[in-house]
């Protein structure tokens, strides 16, 4: 049997976790280059473009959560996209109440309420319901 034809290995929790927080650091990314440019560029307020710029970065994360960290291409992208949307909308919900609760009520510049809100939501909520909704 060739490297080709051994069954696929599934991945221990621990690289599975690692390999979603690599994924979500690239998501994050994205997200914070998008929401740093629509604010200080575009000049949008900075609860849009939290929006935008998560909205963006959940795109990121999905796509290198179904090809490479959960190895998910046999379902169906539709039913896999759709849960997502689901979990996505709920962090979006988190993070951006979050932001605005951080940045408003403690004085703190946006973008660190953003890093606070972000690790919080991304070990606590993102990656259990990816693990065990999205890409099961």
């Known amino acids: ?9 599934k991945k221990s929790l621990t690289k599975l976790f690692a390999a979603a927080q690599v994924a979500a650091l ?11 440019f629509f604010t200080e560029v575009l000049g949008i307020l900075y609860w849009v473009s939290n929006a935008m710029g998560a909205a963006l970065g959940a795109i990121t ?10 190895e998910a291409k046999e379902g169906k992208i539709e039913q896999q996209a759709f849960r997502y949307v689901l979990v996505s909308a709920g962090s979006l919900l988190l993070n951006t ?13 946006y973008m660190w309420s953003k890093v ?6 991304a070990v606590t909520y993102n990656f259990i319901l990816q693990k ?3 890409y099961k």
């Open 1 to 9: 049997m060739s490297n080709a034809e051994t069954p696929k290995q």
């Open 26 to 36: 690239a998501g994050t990314l994205v997200d914070f280059a998008a929401t740093f």
């Open 61 to 70: 994360n999905f796509l290198l959560g179904r090809y490479w960290v959960f």
């Open 97 to 109: 109440a979050g932001v605005y609760f951080i940045t408003e009520f403690f004085g703190l510049h």
């Open 116 to 121: 606070i809100v972000a690790v919080i939501v």
């Open 132 to 134: 065990n909704y999205v």
